[in-house]
Structures are given as structure tokens and as C-alpha cells.
């Protein structure tokens, strides 16, 4: 196995996106983040170093790609960095994988963003591709490297499994989260719900018609990204229309943009518990920061060691 290898050690180095998890991930494979030199020169062009020998190593970089779109030029550099100081495999390990929801040409005229991301990062010489909860499983197809693809349930699903699970529902917020909502409800051996959107003329109000039984339960409201926060709290106020008790939420990626702190904190949402791919803009008493250090550094060390990934999120 390659482990077995001394010429190919594993090398673990972090971009300026997520630092904190970055190192949270180095500490729980039992190591630390290697030398890197990031900067910005006057007119914001990235310049990017390794300041040791990478020559022959098993290369992660690990590097968030949430906005800015600086974050993803700056995994670009570090790729190229990487390829032309002779790396013998460089992992692109993307906790959050940013411009996905640009999946599928479904207007005339626009870009299917996820398919260029995925070519910039193929051209940029990447050999893998670790990521978490792709908006869309099929943006996997989109790469011609190996993708290896980790779901947020996975540590989501035993946080909430310390809630009193008696009465309890989950919830997916439409009909594009009934396939995700189902796999929490299975695993965590509870009821499903939805919530079909409807709108009856334009410019009218939504209809928010709930289908399942909520009333007098406790409620989770399952979606893979909260970004503005308004589906999730429509939602939420839609569950106590229908006389839902406590009303939760988990979404694996947390972007919490413009109104998204205000409208959560200001819903019938007890809790919001999101996972670390993300960092947050700032910490509120609604917030759960759930972390996922150690299912990263489990899926680098199977890397690595050429085992098998998928063996991480089976039960």
C-alpha cells in the first residue's frame, strides 16, 4: 500500500479560506499544516509558495471555495504549485464546493458553472477531488479524476441522535431535498414530511402546504445549504402554522448571506446546526457548529493508504 512507502509521505497543507478547519483536520490525522506563503500584491493578484520540499509527497490541499471567487484561484495556484514542484498526488480537498448550484443549463443563455469549475481544477493538474455534499451527486460525472464524496449526515445525524427522538419528524424544505431528507429520516428511524411551494398567479403569495403529520411533534428541517435562510424559515413558520413544538434545522454547508442571521434569529427556529465547512461571519445563540475535522482527516488517511472511502458513511 502506498502508506508502506516512505518515498511518498503525506503532506497536508491549508489555503485562507477555512484555516480553522484546515488545521482542525492536520491535528486530527496527527500531524500539522505544512509551510505555505500566501499574499496579495497591491493590485490583489495571489502569490502562492510552499516554503519546504513537496517533491514526491501524497499532497492534500485543503481550501473551502465559498465566495470570494478568490478562494478558488487560490486552490488553482497552490495545484499548479504543487504539479510543477514535482508532487507525486495532489488532492484538492474542497469542504464546500463553491458555484455547484450552477449544475444544469436551465435557462437559455447561462453558464454551467460547476462543469468550468470542474475543468480549471482538471487543467490545474489535480489527481483527486475530496469534497462534502455536493449540491448535485451528478457534478461528480463533471471531473475525469477520481471524486470522493463525504455527506454531512454523516456527523449531522449522530449530533441529533442526542435529541429526545420521541415525536419527532423530518422535514425537507421542497421537493428537490425529499431524497436527503429521506436518508436522515432512515437513519435516524423517524417519520418523513414535506413541504410543497406553490404559488397560485403571479404575483401572489406562496402556498406553503405541508404533507405529513406535524402537528404536537418535534420537527428537523434537513437542506444541504442554507444561504439567505428564507426557504428554511419560511418553512419553519409554515410548521408552526400547522402546530409543529419545536422546529429544528441541519444543513450541512453554512453561507448565511445578507438577512440569513436576522431572519434565523428572528423564526420560530430553535436551532440551526450546521457543519465547519463554512466559517462563520459571526457566532449567534441559534447557531450549532457542528464539525467535520474528523471525518476529513479519516477520508485523507484512506486515501492515502488506498482504502476504501465509502466505508465511512455506511452504517
Request: charged content about 25%; hydrophobic content about 45%.
Amino acid at each position: 500500500m502506498r502508506a508502506s512507502s516512505n518515498e511518498h509521505r503525506v503532506a497536508i497543507f491549508g489555503g485562507r479560506s477555512n484555516p480553522a478547519l484546515a488545521n482542525k483536520i492536520a491535528e486530527a490525522y496527527g500531524t500539522t499544516l505544512g509551510d505555505l506563503s500566501i499574499r496579495d500584491f497591491a493590485d490583489g493578484e495571489i502569490y502562492v509558495r510552499f516554503e519546504e520540499s513537496i517533491r514526491g509527497a501524497d499532497l492534500f490541499i485543503i481550501q473551502s471555495t465559498h465566495p470570494k471567487a478568490d478562494n478558488w484561484m487560490e486552490l488553482l495556484l497552490l495545484i499548479d504549485a504543487a504539479k510543477r514542484a514535482s508532487a507525486e498526488r495532489v488532492t484538492a480537498v474542497i469542504p464546500y464546493f463553491g458555484y455547484a448550484r450552477q449544475e444544469r443549463k436551465d435557462q437559455p443563455r447561462v453558464s454551467i458553472a460547476a462543469k468550468l469549475m470542474a475543468n480549471m481544477l482538471t487543467s490545474a493538474g489535480v489527481d483527486r477531488i475530496l469534497t462534502m455534499e455536493l449540491h448535485a451527486a451528478q457534478i461528480q460525472g463533471f471531473f475525469d479524476v477520481p471524486v470522493d464524496h463525504l455527506y454531512g449526515s454523516t456527523v449531522l445525524t449522530d449530533h441529533v441522535r442526542q435529541f429526545d427522538l420521541d415525536d419527532f419528524v423530518v422535514l425537507a424544505p421542497d421537493v428537490g431535498g425529499l431524497k436527503m431528507a429521506r436518508a436522515y429520516a432512515q437513519r435516524l428511524g423517524v417519520d418523513l414530511a414535506l413541504i410543497d411551494k406553490r404559488r397560485p398567479r403571479q404575483n401572489e403569495a406562496r402556498v406553503m402546504n405541508v404533507i405529513g403529520d406535524v402537528e404536537g411533534k418535534d420537527v428537523l428541517i434537513i437542506d444541504d445549504i442554507v444561504d439567505t435562510a428564507g426557504t428554511l424559515t419560511r418553512a419553519a413558520k409554515a410548521l408552526k402554522d400547522h402546530g409543529a413544538l419545536k422546529i429544528m434545522a441541519a444543513c450541512t454547508h453554512g453561507l448565511l448571506s445578507g438577512p440569513a442571521y436576522d431572519r434565523i434569529e428572528n423564526s420560530p427556529l430553535e436551532r440551526l446546526m450546521i457543519t465547519d465547512t463554512v466559517p462563520l461571519k459571526r457566532p449567534s445563540d441559534c447557531i450549532e457548529v457542528v464539525s467535520v475535522s474528523n471525518l476529513f482527516a479519516k477520508a485523507i488517511r484512506h486515501i492515502y493508504t488506498d482504502r476504501s472511502v465509502s466505508t465511512l458513511f455506511t452504517d
